[in-house]
């Protein structure tokens, strides 16, 4: 069993997947926007055996949704008719900006980061929701 993070964008979808004992996630793909893009995200939900979706959820910062979290909500209910799985919606906000500062911090370049920022806050998505469900499980041993 793994999820899969998904960070849905306008243009382009970054992709994450979690390990098989669902400690950690990994990033994937940053997929372009696109006729095809439920083809790629089938051939990535089947290859990495995933059988549940996280999806992240653009809250604005006071909690209210805007105009994009109404496109993730419709976007949402197309990969659970498409796919047959279980999509969460997971509070996004701070994402991008994570892993901006990790891309940052690594001394990753302005032109890379571009190409591998939505797939970072992807990570950032699923890495949140993965450590959620340890917690709530009762797995964390820190």
């Known amino acids: 069993m793994r999820i899969m993070g998904l960070d849905f964008g306008e243009r382009t979808i970054g992709?994450?997947?979690?390990?098989a004992m669902l400690l950690t996630a990994q990033g994937v793909k940053t997929i372009r926007r696109s006729p095809k893009e439920l083809e790629e995200l089938k051939t990535m939900l089947q290859d990495y055996e995933v059988d549940?979706?996280?999806?992240?959820?653009?809250?604005?910062m006071n909690g209210t949704l805007?105009?994009?979290?109404q496109a993730t909500e419709e976007?949402?209910?197309i990969l659970k008719e498409e796919f047959g799985l279980p999509v969460t919606l997971w509070d996004e906000r701070l994402s991008t900006m994570g892993a901006q500062?990790?891309?940052?911090?690594?001394d990753v370049s302005r032109a890379k980061r571009k190409q591998v920022i939505d797939k970072m806050a992807a990570v950032f998505i699923?890495?949140?929701y993965l450590d959620y469900i340890r917690q709530k499980n009762?797995?964390?041993?820190?």
């Open 15 to 19: 992709v994450a997947v979690s390990d």
């Open 52 to 60: 549940h979706i996280v999806l992240g959820y653009p809250k604005n």
């Open 66 to 69: 805007g105009p994009r979290a």
């Open 75 to 77: 976007f949402a209910q």
């Open 101 to 106: 500062r990790s891309l940052l911090e690594a």
């Open 126 to 128: 699923l890495q949140g």
């Open 138 to 142: 009762g797995q964390n041993k820190e």
